[in-house]
Nanobody
Framework: QVQFAESGGGLVQAGGSLRLSCVAS????????MGWYRQAPGKQRELVAS??????NYADTVKGRFTISRDNAKNTVYLQMNSLKPEDTAVYYC?????????WGQGTQVTVSS
């Protein structure tokens, strides 16, 4: 059974930092492109960052502030978020996909106060 367990969300003041983690089970982690998406109230879910075996990709709104990384030995993907802004407030979802499969975690709330 595929499971993604996210952690690390919470409440932080503007300018602060958080580190999200997503531990995957039930998949061959290394063959998945892993990503973090977010959804704010009343808005569509959007890609924040993704990481393949060799490449990373970031939304323009987070470039220079967020860093995605993965540890294939631990089946874990991370999102280091620095210089957080109130507009980063959202539920953050872990995603794993390849040509055969697309799976989501339950999400973790990130709230940035001004």
């Amino acid at each position: 059974q595929v499971q993604f367990a996210e952690s690390g969300g919470g409440l932080v003041q503007a300018g602060g930092s958080l580190r999200l983690s997503c531990v995957a089970s039930g998949i061959t982690f290394s063959v998945y492109v892993m990503g973090w998406y977010r959804q704010a109230p009343g808005k569509q879910r959007e890609l924040v960052a993704s990481i393949s075996y060799t490449n990373t990709n970031y939304a323009d709104t987070v470039k220079g502030r967020f860093t995605i990384s993965r540890d294939n030995a631990k089946n874990t993907v991370y999102l280091q978020m620095n210089s957080l802004k109130p507009e980063d407030t959202a539920v953050y979802y872990c995603n794993g996909k390849n040509v055969w499969h697309n799976a989501w975690g339950q999400g973790t709330q990130v709230t940035v106060s001004s």
